[in-house]
C-alpha cells in the first residue's frame, strides 16, 4: 500500500471515531473502507517523488511545513524519538496495525487535531494549480451539465466554466447549436467577469428542450380585435404576430403586451394566408391578390397579380416568396420588385400548402399530392404519393419533408429519393398546422390535440389537450423571442409559453 492509501486509512479511521464514539470498531477483512471516489487520486493531490517520502516531507514541499501548529506548551515525552524510530523500522502492514490500535486509544480531541492537519492535503485545488490552458482542457472532458456544477466550486472554476470557446465546442459536439445567444450587454456586476454567450445559448437549448419534453404551460394571452369574424392565419417575427381574418384585414400585435400595434387594410376579400419576415408583411386573398406591406408603418408597398383565384398558402424565403392558389398553380415572386418569377404547374386541384428553402418548393394539394419542385426550371422532381385524402400542411427543412392530411395521418419523407420514411398516427382528425425543428415535429390538429413528434423515431414524445371546440394551428416562436404554441379558435388567439423566461 503505498503512502497515500496510508494516510486515506488513517483518516477514514479517524472519521469513524468522531462520528461513533470509540467502540466502533474497524471493518472486517475483505471489506473496503471507503470508497475511492470519496477523495482525489493521488495524482489529484499533491506532486511527489516516485521514491517514498513522508507526510511531512510532502507539507513542507508544498510550503505547508511551517503553517503546522506545534504543541510547545509540554516538553516532549519521554522516549519519543525512540518510539518514532521504532515505529520507523517497522514494515507497512505492522505500521497500519498500530496506527489502528493508536486511534482506538486516543480520546475525540487527539483525533480531531489529527484530522486538522491531515484533512487539507485531501482538499487540494488541483485545477488552480495547472497553467489556464490545462485547467480548460481538463474541464473540456466533462459534460455540460458536470461543467455548470463546477462553476458553482469557486469563483476561479467559475472563471474557467464561463470560458467562451470551451461552450462554443459544448454546444456544437452536445446540444447542435451553430450559434451563441445574442444579448443585450448586461452591468458588470464584479469586475473580470463576463458571461458567455455561448454558454447562454446552452443553458436556453435545455430549458427548450426540458420544457417541450415536460409540457408545462403559462396560462394564455388572448388577442381580441377581430370581433366575431375568423382569424384565418398566423405569423410572427419576433416579438411582433400577424393575424389574418375574413374582414379583409390583417392586424399586427405585440407579443410582449397583447396590444394591437397596427391593422393592415387594403385587400378587398378574406386574407387567407400570410408571412412575415423582419419588417415585411406579404398576404393572400381572396380577391386573388398578394399584397407586400411595411409592418412598421402599414403601408402596401406592392400588390401581385397573376392568380386567378384565392391566394390559399404562401412560403417567404429572403427575397422570394412562393404562392400557392385554388387554381392549381404556384407562383414564385420577387417581393421587393413585385415580379412574378415562375409558374409551377402540374397539380389538379386547390394547391392548399407550400414550403420553399431557396432551392426547392415542395406543395400540398387537395388531389392528396405532395409534389417537389425545382423552380428554376419549373419542372416537377418527386410526386409523393400515400395519402389517402386532402394534404393540408407541409414542413420542409431541406432533407425531410413533413405532410399533414384530412385523412389523419401525418407522413415523412425523404427529398431526395421521394420515399415515405414515417407514417405518424394518433391524431383523430385534419391535421391543420405544424412546425418542425431539428428532429422535434409539432403538429396542431383538428382533434383539439397539439402532438409533439420526434420524426427520427416515428414516435410521439407529448400530447397536448385543447379545449373541445378548439381548431388549433401550432408555431414554433423563433429564437430571438422563445419557444411557444399558438393555437386559432374562432376570433381569439392564444399563446403559450413553453419556455420559462428569466
Request: charged share 25%; hydrophobic share 35%.
Amino acid at each position: 500500500m503505498g503512502f497515500y492509501g496510508t494516510l486515506k486509512m488513517i483518516f477514514y479511521k479517524m472519521k469513524r471515531k468522531l462520528d461513533h464514539g470509540p467502540e466502533v470498531r474497524s471493518f472486517p477483512s475483505g471489506k473496503k473502507p471507503c470508497k475511492g471516489s470519496e477523495y482525489p487520486s493521488a495524482t489529484g493531490l499533491v506532486p511527489y517523488p516516485a521514491t517514498p517520502t513522508t507526510f511531512g516531507h510532502i507539507r513542507t514541499a508544498n510550503g505547508q511545513g511551517q503553517q503546522r501548529r506545534r504543541i510547545t506548551s509540554i516538553p516532549s515525552p519521554t522516549g519519543l524519538q525512540e518510539w518514532l524510530r521504532t515505529f520507523q523500522s517497522w514494515s507497512g502492514p505492522e505500521k497500519l496495525m498500530a496506527l489502528d490500535e493508536l486511534i482506538d486509544s486516543c480520546e475525540p480531541t487527539h483525533v480531531k487535531h489529527m484530522m486538522q492537519v491531515i484533512e487539507p492535503q485531501f482538499q487540494r485545488d488541483f485545477i488552480s494549480l495547472l497553467p489556464k490552458e490545462l485547467a480548460l482542457y481538463v474541464l473540456s472532458f466533462l459534460e455540460p451539465k458536470d461543467l455548470l456544477q463546477a462553476a458553482q466550486t469557486c469563483r476561479y472554476w467559475r472563471i474557467l466554466a464561463e470560458d467562451n470557446l470551451l461552450w462554443r465546442e459544448k454546444c456544437r459536439e452536445e446540444a447542435g447549436i451553430d450559434e451563441p445567444l445574442a444579448f443585450k450587454k448586461r452591468k458588470i456586476t464584479k469586475p473580470g467577469f463576463t458571461h458567455s454567450p455561448w454558454k447562454c445559448a446552452y443553458i436556453r437549448q435545455h430549458r427548450i428542450d426540458t420544457n417541450w419534453r415536460r409540457g408545462d404551460l403559462r396560462s394564455p394571452k388572448v388577442l381580441k380585435g377581430h370581433d366575431d369574424h375568423v382569424i384565418t392565419c398566423l405569423q410572427f417575427c419576433g416579438n411582433r404576430i400577424v393575424s389574418g381574418s375574413d374582414d379583409n384585414s390583417l392586424k399586427v400585435w405585440s407579443a410582449v403586451t397583447g396590444k394591437c400595434l397596427r391593422t393592415l387594410v387594403g385587400h378587398t376579400g378574406g386574407v387567407w394566408s400570410s408571412q412575415m419576415r423582419d419588417n415585411i408583411i406579404i398576404s393572400g386573398s381572396t380577391d386573388r391578390t398578394l399584397k407586400v406591406w411595411n409592418a412598421e408603418t402599414g403601408d402596401c408597398i406592392h400588390t401581385l397579380y397573376g392568380h386567378t383565384s384565392t391566394v390559399r398558402c404562401m412560403h417567404l424565403h429572403e427575397k422570394r416568396v412562393v404562392s400557392g392558389s385554388r387554381d392549381a398553380t404556384l407562383r414564385v415572386w420577387n417581393v421587393e420588385t413585385g415580379q412574378c418569377l415562375h409558374v409551377l404547374m402540374g397539380h389538379v386541384a386547390a394547391v392548399r400548402c407550400v414550403q420553399y428553402d431557396g432551392r426547392r418548393v415542395v406543395s400540398g394539394a387537395y388531389d392528396f399530392m405532395v409534389k417537389v419542385w425545382d423552380p428554376e426550371t419549373e419542372t416537377c422532381l418527386h410526386t409523393l404519393q400515400g395519402h389517402t385524402n386532402r394534404v393540408y400542411s407541409l414542413q420542409f427543412d431541406g432533407i425531410h419533408v413533413v405532410s399533414g392530411s384530412l385523412d389523419t395521418s401525418i407522413r415523412v419523407w425523404d427529398v431526395e429519393t421521394g420515399n415515405c420514411i414515417h407514417t405518424l398516427t394518433g391524431h383523430q382528425s385534419l391535421t391543420s398546422g405544424m412546425e418542425l425543428k431539428d428532429n422535434i415535429l409539432v403538429s396542431g390538429n383538428a382533434d383539439s390535440t397539439v402532438k409533439i413528434w420526434d420524426i427520427k423515431t416515428g414516435q410521439c414524445l407529448q400530447t397536448l389537450q385543447g379545449e373541445s371546440s378548439s381548431f388549433p394551428q401550432t408555431h414554433i416562436v423563433p429564437a430571438d423571442f422563445g419557444t411557444g404554441l399558438y393555437s386559432l379558435r374562432n376570433d381569439e388567439v392564444k399563446c403559450f409559453a413553453m419556455e420559462k423566461f428569466r
